[in-house]
């Protein structure tokens, strides 16, 4: 009965283990194109692509730190 139960689960942590890969990758690709669209929103107003790419850093460090805080709650 437990190797039964056991093995049902399988699909289901397959499947659960998946949909959350597709959720990072899919959020980590939004994140590069909502920054480079917003950088390329600043260049177009006349700014630097230096300054442009540093003042869209916190998008990316707003990822970053979404994907810390889900790492520390994996435990």
Request: hydrophobic share 50%; net charge positive; charged share 30%.
């Amino acid at each position: 009965m437990r190797i039964r139960t056991i093995l049902s689960l399988i699909p289901i942590l397959v499947k659960l283990i998946s949909s959350l890969l597709f959720l990072l990758i899919t959020l980590d690709w939004r994140v590069r194109r909502a920054r480079k669209a917003f950088e390329k929103e600043l260049m177009r107003q006349g700014v630097s692509k230096r300054d442009a790419q540093r003042i869209s850093l916190p998008i990316k460090n707003v990822k970053d730190d979404m994907m810390k805080l889900l790492w520390r709650f994996r435990s």
